[in-house]
């Protein structure tokens, strides 16, 4: 979905319990009853934690009568312990309360987010032409499993798996990489075929996250 002006962020906010902007995660928003989480000021690398999530979530919790927002800026910085509980506050909206989700890389969300959540992007930007922000040869992969025959997983899934240094890390940034890919392209051309690929590459990396067998997943995912 799309957007032409930051002035309509609020108004399309409002009418969801989740919505990731793909902006700048320093985009000023006009939102009343706003309450904005960013990573811990203490940490060397940007990160919001599980900890403050979780301060951040409860504070849906009180018995409010007016429309609410809360925005998490940039949406990416958050770990994955602290995404699992996000994960549990969303799924279960309160009354009158709106996550704002702000991040320029949607694809490192996990993909349990971006299945539930409403992705936006802006319309003027050019921001759907962009590749995603991968390796070279990650993003090769990506295409590679997006475009693959059912025969040809196999051996795609052999080729991914022969090196055994971060095997599973890397294959999880191939799948990331591939979710993005799939979302841009339906996006620019609402052809329903990229939704269902979509479909079986966040079933592949909610499987591949869980420890799951990479090379069985990576065949039997994507059939």
């Known amino acids: ?53 979780r301060e951040f979530t409860a504070l849906t919790n009180s018995k409010e009568t007016s429309e609410r927002f809360f925005v998490i800026a940039p949406a990416d910085a958050m770990n994955e312990a602290a995404e699992n509980a996000f ?6 909206p309160k009354p009158h309360c709106h996550f704002v989700l702000l991040t320029e890389h949607p694809s490192a969300l996990l993909p349990t987010i971006l299945s539930r959540a409403q992705i936006f992007y802006p319309h003027l930007t050019g921001v ?12 090769e992969y990506a295409k590679k499993l997006i475009a693959a025959q059912p025969q040809d997983l196999p051996a795609i899934a052999t080729e991914l798996t022969k090196n055994k240094t971060k095997t599973r890390e890397q294959v999880l940034e191939i799948t990331a990489t591939a979710i993005e890919l799939l979302y841009k392209s ?5 052809n329903t075929k990229f939704l269902s690929k979509l479909e079986n590459f966040i079933q ?20």
């Open 204 to 223: 592949l990396h909610e499987n591949l996250s869980a420890n799951g067998h990479i090379k069985l997943h990576l065949v039997s995912d994507l059939l």
């Open 87 to 92: 994960l549990k506050s969303f799924e279960e």
């Open 186 to 190: 339906y996006f620019k051309t609402s």
């Open 128 to 139: 759907l032409n962009l590749a995603p922000t991968a390796k070279n040869k990650t993003l």
């Open 1 to 53: 979905m799309f957007f032409d002006q930051i002035s309509q962020i609020p108004t399309i906010a409002k009418r969801t319990s989740c919505a990731i902007f793909v902006v700048s995660p320093y985009t000023k928003l006009k939102l009343p009853n706003a309450l904005t989480l960013t990573p811990a000021e203490d940490k060397q690398t940007p990160v919001i934690t599980v900890e403050q999530i």
